[in-house]
C-alpha cells in the first residue's frame, strides 16, 4: 500500500514505564482485542501479547514504523498475536476491536469519537493518553506522575462505549 498522505502527527512513542500502567488501566485480558491507533513500532501490543498473550491489531500510515513494529514482534515472539496494518485510522475498520487505544491530538480524538462510537461494540473500552474527547466525559482518569525530571506527568482517559 502506498502512503497516500502524510501523517498527522509526528512519532511519539509511549515511555516503557507507562505502557505496563496503561494496559492495567484498560483492564486487559487476554479475551480481548486490542487495536492501537498509531502503534508507532507496537510496543503497546507487544507488551499486551508477551503478558496476557492478547491478540491485536495496530494502525499506522508511516511504513517505516509498520516494518518497525512487525520486527518488533517478531524478536518478541508474539507476531503470531498481533497484525500490523497500514493504513489511514480515518478509514479504518474497528469493529472487531474491544478495546482501542489511542494518544492522538485533541482535534484528531474529535475527529475519530463518532467514527469509534458507530463500530464499537457496547461495552468496548476506550483509552487516550493525555487528550480527552472533548465534551464526551470518561467513565475514568488516570494521572501519573512524572518519574524523573525528564519525564512528564501522563494522565489516562478511559471510555466505555
Given at each position: 500500500m502506498?502512503?497516500?498522505?502524510q501523517?498527522?502527527?509526528g512519532?511519539?512513542p ?6 505496563r500502567?496503561?494496559l492495567?488501566?484498560?483492564k486487559i485480558?487476554?479475551?480481548d482485542?486490542?487495536y492501537d491507533l498509531g502503534?508507532g513500532?507496537g ?12 491478540r ?5 500510515i508511516d511504513?517505516k514504523?509498520?516494518?518497525?513494529a512487525?520486527?518488533?514482534a517478531?524478536t518478541?515472539g508474539?507476531?503470531n ?7 489511514d485510522l ?14 492522538l491530538?485533541p482535534h484528531?480524538n474529535l ?9 464499537l461494540?457496547?461495552?468496548s ?11 464526551w466525559?470518561?467513565?475514568?482518569t488516570l494521572?501519573l506522575?512524572?518519574?524523573t525530571e525528564d519525564?512528564?506527568?501522563v494522565?489516562?482517559y478511559?471510555?466505555?462505549v
Amino acid at each position: 500500500m502506498t502512503l497516500l498522505r502524510q501523517p498527522d502527527i509526528g512519532y511519539i512513542p509511549t515511555p516503557h514505564n507507562v505502557t505496563r500502567s496503561l494496559l492495567d488501566f484498560a483492564k486487559i485480558t487476554p479475551s480481548d482485542i486490542l487495536y492501537d491507533l498509531g502503534s508507532g513500532d507496537g510496543r503497546i501490543l507487544i507488551e499486551a501479547a508477551k503478558q496476557w498473550e492478547t491478540r491485536g491489531v495496530g494502525i499506522d500510515i508511516d511504513p517505516k514504523r509498520i516494518q518497525q513494529a512487525q520486527e518488533n514482534a517478531e524478536t518478541a515472539g508474539v507476531d503470531n498475536l498481533l497484525e500490523f496494518r497500514q493504513e489511514d485510522l480515518f478509514k479504518s475498520d474497528f469493529r472487531e476491536a474491544t478495546v482501542v487505544f489511542i494518544y492522538l491530538l485533541p482535534h484528531l480524538n474529535l475527529r475519530l469519537r463518532s467514527r469509534l462510537q458507530m463500530q464499537l461494540k457496547s461495552g468496548s473500552r476506550i483509552i487516550s493518553k493525555d487528550f480527552d474527547m472533548g465534551d464526551w466525559p470518561p467513565l475514568h482518569t488516570l494521572s501519573l506522575p512524572a518519574k524523573t525530571e525528564d519525564d512528564e506527568e501522563v494522565t489516562l482517559y478511559y471510555w466505555q462505549v
